[in-house]
């Protein structure tokens, strides 16, 4: 643990001296929660859309999930929603930001994390300090992703860390696998939603859709080297809830990476211009993020 601890305050130091994020106390102390997760996270969608259940709240706006520090209390909320006709899904969440209103612990969630999953955790959830826009949770999430990613790498090339480089890439890769396939699922079943045919023939060709995905995910998972980052997350029920929920993390990832190319990897320019864009009245900022999409390799799909 001591060995851990020390890494954590390695990893943080770097974070507010090479990165330029926030030099405050978040993640400057350990907290033993004596649980697997800090929270329990209520993803809900309608049974044949795509479009999430918001829940609204004070600072951070509106969200598409609701969290409960009780894992009893989130799925009690999730046998509602479902009774009442939602898809629903209830992910674990090991750590999260309060957005600089507290100073966030490193809770005993993380802790035993290999180097650059610690990294990239702390590196993401200090992002949210720099930018965050109430209400959009797509643009906050690929944002603070886009920073961890940058920043895991500049950590491991630093401190000489072949190996630490060599799995971020396989890691890497292997999110780009399972993103392409969810976001082409999510691409058919919207397509199947808002096209022709009664709700049983919905069903039935949203069940196809399902089927299809995790077949493609089983016949990827055995080719990358670290194992099956996902294998937990592709046993859940692959509904409406949870495909919407990966899309909110993934979907603008590559328009921040085209901005940060585009200012030659100046993350103060970077930061700077990430919050013009979280300026934006809402249409302009998605317009906006789908034309720095449109430069990264790959064109990404559009912002929903």
């Not at 033993?32 to 993803?43: A, E």
């Not at 890439?169 to 058919?188: F, H, M, N, Y």
Request: net charge positive; glycine share 6%; aromatic share 10%.
């Amino acid at each position: 643990l001591k060995a851990r601890l020390r890494r954590a305050r390695e990893l943080r130091t770097f974070a507010s001296q090479d990165l330029g994020l926030p030099d405050n106390g978040s993640f400057r102390r350990f907290a033993d929660m004596q649980r697997p997760y800090l929270v329990w996270n209520v993803f809900a969608a309608p049974e044949l859309s795509l479009t999430p259940k918001q829940w609204c709240f004070p600072i951070a706006g509106c969200v598409a999930y609701r969290g409960y520090f009780a894992e009893a209390a989130a799925r009690d909320l999730a046998s509602r929603l479902s009774a009442a006709g939602l898809d629903t899904y209830v992910g674990g969440v090991p750590a999260y930001s309060t957005l600089g209103w507290f100073d966030d612990p490193i809770p005993s969630t993380v802790i035993a994390y290999p180097d650059i999953d610690l990294a990239r955790l702390i590196f993401h959830e200090l992002a949210h300090q720099v930018v965050y826009v109430p209400g959009d949770t797509t643009f906050n999430e690929s944002f603070a992703t886009a920073v961890e990613r940058a920043g895991v790498r500049r950590w491991a090339v630093a401190r000489n860390q072949t190996a630490a480089l060599d799995a971020l890439d396989q890691t890497l890769e292997q999110e780009g696998r399972v993103t392409a396939l969810v976001l082409s699922a999510r691409a058919k079943l919207a397509a199947i939603y808002a096209g022709p045919g009664d709700a049983s023939a919905k069903r039935a060709a949203k069940q196809q859709v399902i089927a299809e995905l995790r077949a493609a995910h089983a016949r990827m998972a055995p080719a990358t080297g670290r194992g099956d980052r996902y294998a937990r997350w592709f046993a859940g029920p692959l509904n409406n809830a949870q495909i919407a929920s990966f899309a909110a993390y993934t979907q603008g990832v590559p328009a921040f990476e085209a901005l940060l190319a585009r200012t030659q990897g100046d993350l103060g320019l970077f930061y700077d211009e990430a919050r013009r864009l979280a300026g934006l009245p809402e249409a302009q900022r998605r317009d906006r993020l789908d034309e720095l999409a449109s430069e990264a390799p790959g064109r990404a799909a559009s912002i929903p």
